[in-house]
T-cell receptor, first 113, second 112 residues
Framework: KQEVTQIPAALSVPEGENLVLNCSFT??????LQWFRQDPGKGLTSLLL?????REQTSGRLNASLDKSSGRSTLYIAASQPGDSATYLC????????????FGEGTQLTVNP | NAGVTQTPKFQVLKTGQSMTLQCAQD?????MYWYRQDPGMGLRLIYY???????DKGEVPNGYNVSRLNKREFSLRLESAAPSQTSVYFC???????????FGQGTRLTVV
């Protein structure tokens, strides 16, 4: 059974700092990996999708990397802003079924002005 | 684009009542999912449908039933609601071949 772990569970940083969120998964036979953002009381917003053949994806100040062999992904946020405060979730698609997403529990990020 | 639409947004039920949560997507996606999100438990898969006409159990299917009515719609039914089903429910959809998943805004359900 695929298990996804996100470390740390919570992170508080001053504005302007660069930061890294970590995601690890137990079964390296994944189809792809997706990072989401969730604001309090809201749904999930897709940030980045890394396909199985890719090693990283970038969108603005966000960069996500994927190392399937070691079962790890990182989300790098550059020059953090208070508006980045949210919970960040990673999810992996299982390879065999092709359709099942397994989520980590998320990292709650607070960026202080 | 509407994306994934869930109804209702909020619902309060009494123990033993039944209800159906509706979900529709307009992205021509094959796969659709129902999750529940609880504090400290993360998002847990209830049921999913890899294509029209098929459904499969996820991690926590007990107490729920689903119907993939057509390619667009995937409903979740609680036949006899219990307080343990108090949660936020999310519907999601994704295409085939490694395309990204999109989520609805959620249904906040309270069972008293």
């Amino acid at each position: 059974k695929q298990e996804v772990t996100q470390i740390p569970a919570a992170l508080s940083v001053p504005e302007g700092e660069n930061l890294v969120l970590n995601c690890s998964f137990t079964d390296s036979a994944i189809y792809n990996l997706q990072w989401f953002r969730q604001d309090p009381g809201k749904g999930l917003t897709s940030l980045l999708l890394i396909q199985s053949s890719q090693r990283e994806q970038t969108s603005g100040r966000l960069n996500a990397s994927l190392d399937k062999s070691s079962g790890r992904s990182t989300l790098y946020i550059a020059a953090s802003q208070p508006g980045d405060s949210a919970t960040y979730l990673c999810a992996v698609y299982a390879d065999t079924s092709g359709s099942r997403l397994t989520f980590g529990e998320g990292t709650q990020l607070t960026v202080n002005p | 684009n509407a994306g994934v639409t869930q109804t209702p947004k909020f619902q309060v039920l009494k123990t033993g009542q039944s209800m159906t949560l509706q979900c529709a997507q307009d992205m021509n996606h094959n796969s659709m999912y129902w999750y529940r999100q609880d504090p400290g438990m993360g998002l847990r898969l209830i049921y999913y449908s890899a294509s029209e006409g098929t459904t499969d159990k996820g991690e926590v299917p007990n107490g729920y039933n689903v119907s993939r009515l057509n390619k667009r719609e995937f409903s979740l039914r609680l036949e006899s609601a219990a307080p343990s089903q108090t949660s936020v429910y999310f519907c999601a959809s994704s295409g085939i071949d490694e395309t990204e998943a999109f989520f609805g805004q959620g249904t906040r359900l309270t069972v008293v």
